[in-house]
């Protein structure tokens, strides 16, 4: 499966933007789903994570309450809806697959498939 990214941009702080990913390849309903993120000079870390068959997902401290991570298995696209932005949520956005279906893996090295990155400007 091939992850690609999109849906990035430019907003003022308190706005709203919806990532999506979109994967090809077969049995993406197979595929855990993640989303990481890499500011510069920072290594990249976790955001969301949401399990094969939609039963659990999980976020990182800093995005609980306003980023929902979901997935559309009919689509084989996952999405990351952020409300509330702030300028700490710049970064370059990136979702991977990991073929541990029921595995939340929170670390870049538990996914198997990368996509390139888009990016997200949060302006204060």
């Known amino acids: 499966v091939q992850p690609q990214a999109s849906g990035g941009g430019l907003v003022q702080a308190g706005g709203s933007l919806r990532l999506s990913c979109a994967a090809s390849?077969?049995?993406?309903?197979?595929?855990?789903m993640g989303w990481f993120r890499q500011a510069p000079g920072k290594e990249r870390e976790f955001v969301a994570a949401?399990?094969?068959?939609?039963?659990?997902?999980d976020y990182a401290d800093s995005v609980k309450g306003r980023f929902t991570i979901s997935r559309d298995n009919a689509k084989n696209t996952v999405y990351l809806q952020m409300n509330s932005l702030i300028p700490e949520d710049t970064a370059l956005y990136y979702c991977?697959?990991?073929?541990?279906?029921?595995?939340?893996?929170?670390?870049?090295?538990?996914?198997?498939?990368w996509g390139q990155g888009t990016q997200v400007t949060v302006s204060s």
């Open positions: 991977a697959a990991s073929g541990f279906g029921y595995r939340l893996g929170t670390t870049p090295g538990e996914y198997d498939y």
């Open positions: 390849g077969r049995s993406f309903s197979s595929y855990a």
């Open positions: 949401i399990s094969r068959s939609i039963i659990r997902a």
